[in-house]
């Protein structure tokens, strides 16, 4: 068996999310679809992350196992093939050893939120970022958003359908940058929790918008209770953009 | 009568082009549909520029005339209210004299080519780029794209259907500039005849690809005969970007 790293691509508007459901079509199940035609056979695809329903990427990562050595550019222009009708791109193909698995050997993981803040909606962007018309403070929002680098119980961001062991989780990095219209939020750690970006991005958007300042957002982590943060931001502004390796 | 000049941005994908024609919808048709609802009457919209089929625009502006006068502000809101259904929005709607006009008194048009140079194919831009999988020279493109700036005789890179009484036209500027995996070419000009743009962008393409050199683009300038020059570049990579008014 040889095991090919993927690097990917999507548009996740049209699919319930990358996992396999029963309820519609998951980017999972595309690329699982184009490896079978592919190798033959079915064959299984593992992602370093879930994203939800109508999140993108742009570095999404995932492994798989094929009977056959047939080279990485091979293996990446055939999927592109198989995938051509799908919103969704082999960037990289790469073989690797059969120790590698693209969640358990994941070491950072890097988001992007795209908040389009004006008062005309988007045309060109549609379901591409949050549409947010009332003028927000990104720089209030960065400087609320240092409260939640570093070693903390995100329970209060914390979907509560999340199945993670701990809330505990080390938050390396979260900037708020506004270039024109558009605000951008990334943020990098070695694993984020359900909906942590998420969470953690629609309770800055109570600081941009005046609502709330850093004590309240420090209030809200310190309560490790869900119901004390900021809403959930909706999953069109979300791109999971990078996975790192060792 | 109040006139309004409007500056839109649209996704150009689902539309026969910016003029209303017979055989499908059209930029201009929905958003005179959005005029008539807020005014209660059939009002003619007059376009700066005909977009074709599939080619976007950031900054495309048009007037009308309404019996009232609303208040800038709510004609834009309520425009967008109207147009919430299509990929169309309006930045900004201003009040202006009636002497202006969209077309006539437009002094400068800018124009954006957008390259995507990658073997995989768009995911997240779809319909937004032209993808262009073999690695082409950025730089040469743009030294060939000089030859073109100035005052030319530009008949080989104007359709043939192109209704303009004269083929010379004062190009301002062409430039050629790579981003990572994406070429932008940005074009200024006072006019452009039709698919003048997209026919300077498949010439350059030649350029790049390393089959013409700039004494090719130079002999297909002086040959005034469209078949002397490249293929006309695809619309989906095109953006209207901004016109200039006095």
Chains 1, 2 share one sequence.
């Not at 009332?134 to 209060?156: I, P, R, W, Y």
Request: net charge neutral; hydrophobic share 40%; with cysteine.
């Amino acid at each position: 068996m040889t095991r090919y790293k993927l690097t990917i691509e999507y548009d996740g508007t049209p699919y319930v999310g990358w996992q396999r459901q029963d309820n519609g079509r998951s980017v999972q199940g595309e690329i699982e679809a184009a490896v079978a035609a592919f190798c033959g056979q079915p064959i299984n695809v593992y992602g370093a992350g879930r994203t939800d329903s109508g999140v993108h990427a742009l570095g999404q990562v995932a492994h798989f196992d094929i009977p056959r050595d047939t080279g990485a550019d091979t293996v990446r222009d055939a999927l592109n093939h198989y995938l051509r009708k799908a919103p969704i791109t082999i960037l990289d193909a790469d073989r690797v050893d059969e120790d590698f698995h693209a969640r358990f050997s994941a070491v950072g993981r890097h988001y992007l939120y795209r908040i389009l803040n004006r008062r005309p909606p988007p045309a060109l962007d549609r379901d591409k970022v949050w549409w947010h018309p009332k003028k927000v403070d990104a720089e209030a929002m960065h400087a609320a958003a240092q409260v939640l680098v570093g070693d903390h119980d995100f329970t209060s961001f914390r979907a509560t359908s999340c199945q993670s062991k701990s809330p505990v989780k080390t938050l390396d990095r979260l900037d708020v940058v506004r270039n024109g219209a558009e605000i951008r939020v990334t943020a990098a750690a070695r694993s984020f929790l359900h909906h942590q970006v998420r969470n953690m991005v629609g309770t800055l958007m109570w600081v941009g918008s005046g609502k709330w300042g850093p004590a309240d957002v420090q209030a809200s982590l310190e309560a490790r209770d869900r119901a004390a943060a900021g809403p959930t931001a909706p999953p069109e502004g979300l791109y999971l953009v990078q996975v790192d390796y060792p």
